[in-house]
């Protein structure tokens, strides 16, 4: 927790001036990986909800990795668009709209959800609110670093330290889930304070990896786990 706080008001200080950002749609706010290898994966590509830092690190990392390994990437940067508050149902609409989007435009039927932090806690109570279309689509909801409350905002506050007091409970809608589409890592500093327990294993994959929030910083065994967990590529 002590390592989030440092990295946090470092982003905090460049950020105290900063406007709301209105904008109703992510567009601008995309990061599209397309796989590099000669025969990219054609069943499944990633959508990849960022930390309340933004695209970087973990999830720049992440992504990088899983592109390389031949699966398609979309990331969606937390910090800039809830810099203005939005609503689970806006956010779901959002989420409808860029998955119906890259499923067209890489021709790729299911999608692996994959939240960092601030990512991951919000999709519990996103769940619900997205269309039955796109939950279809949906392969495996990996929630990285998943905490016991979400907020649909990023704040100033945030990177100081100063709590969230509009913050809602995530494990009421734990349940919403489904178990076996879901995966929860948690570093074992965290343990005490982890939403991942609340799942029930199995049919919920729940891994308590050494480190903290970030890990220990070996984004490259992590993204093995989440990988190992989709469904095989075809033959």
Same mark, same amino acid.
């Given at each position: ?8 008001a470092g982003?905090g200080?460049? =950020?105290l001036?900063r406007?709301? =950002?209105? $904008?109703r749609?992510?567009? $601008? ?7 590099t290898?000669k025969?990219?994966?054609?069943d499944v590509f990633g =959508?990849?909800l ?5 695209w ?7 992504g990088?990795n899983?592109?390389?390994r ?16 939005r ?8 989420l ?10 890489w021709?790729?039927?299911k999608?692996a959800i ?8 919000i999709?519990p109570?996103t769940?619900?609110?997205?269309? $039955? ?10 929630? =990285?670093?998943?905490?016991?409350e979400a ?10 330290g ?7 409970p995530?494990?009421?809608d ?5 178990p076996?589409?879901? $995966? ?8 005490a ?16 990896i ?25 033959a």
């Open positions: 927790m002590i390592e989030r706080r440092l990295l946090l982003l200080a460049g =950020l001036a406007p709301a =950002l209105a $904008q749609d992510t567009s $601008q706010w995309l990061v599209e990986l397309p796989a290898k025969t990219p994966r054609p =959508l990849i960022s930390g309340d830092g933004g970087r690190d973990i999830d720049r990392t992440l990088r899983f592109r390389n031949g699966m398609s990437v979309v990331g969606f940067d937390c910090l800039n668009w809830f810099w203005t508050r609503t689970p149902e806006a956010v779901a609409a959002e409808d709209r860029v998955i119906a989007l890259y499923a067209r435009k021709n790729i039927p999608v994959i939240g960092y932090s601030f990512g991951a806690d999709l109570g769940w619900p609110r997205l269309k $039955q279309e796109t939950r279809d689509r949906v392969a495996l909801i990996s929630l =990285l670093g998943f905490a016991k907020a649909f905002e990023i704040r100033v506050g945030d990177f100081l100063m709590g969230r007091p509009t913050a809602v995530t494990l009421p734990v349940p919403g889930l489904p076996e589409l879901v $995966q929860c890592v948690y570093g074992t500093e965290e343990a304070n982890t939403g991942c327990t609340a799942f029930a294993s199995p049919p919920a994959e729940v891994i308590g050494k480190g903290g929030h970030h890990f220990d910083g070996d984004y490259r065994a992590l993204a093995d786990r989440i990988y190992a967990r989709l469904p095989p590529p075809p």
